[in-house]
């Protein structure tokens, strides 16, 4: 293989591996969204630890019951924006930031009362056998506003 064809093969791994985190990343908020919780459970690898509020949720079930319990309770709906997604691939791991604002819709009936939070995500994740898989997550709430936001 030439020189070219590998620094070629190792721009196009790096784009392909960037696309697949950016896409990681935006499933997370499409699957709180939809209540897909098997589905977010498989973004984390087993032993993943997730952190948002204060709460320390360790592992991928962990992780899935958290927003199984808080979000089904509390709000009838939700509708999370994730952007500004930086990617940072160093082997088979990854740093990843991304900035979002999340409504939250007590009762689905009622549109105009929801409790609004912007922030953002700090994450870790590992290429698996399964692809991949953030193995640590840290979100930040910067502000809140609407009605008061609980977890």
């Not at 993943?48 to 709906?77: H, M, T």
């Amino acid at each position: 293989m030439s020189q070219e064809t590998e620094l070629d093969q190792a721009i196009l791994q790096r784009l392909v591996d960037e696309s697949d985190l950016r896409r990681l990343m935006l499933a997370m908020p499409r699957c709180l969204d939809m209540r897909d919780w098997d589905g977010y459970s498989n973004l984390f690898t087993e032993d993943a630890i997730f952190e948002i509020a204060g709460q320390v949720r360790v592992g991928r079930q962990a992780i899935a019951d958290g927003p199984r319990g808080d979000l089904e309770k509390l709000y009838e709906r939700t509708q999370h924006f994730m952007g500004n997604i930086y990617v940072d691939v160093n082997g088979d791991e990854a740093r990843l930031v991304s900035y979002a604002i999340a409504v939250h819709i007590p009762v689905a009936a009622d549109m105009a009362r929801h409790a609004d939070v912007g922030g953002g995500y700090r994450a870790i994740a590992r290429r698996t056998e399964e692809g991949w898989r953030f193995t640590e997550c840290h979100v930040d709430m910067f502000w809140a506003s609407g009605i008061d936001f609980k977890l």
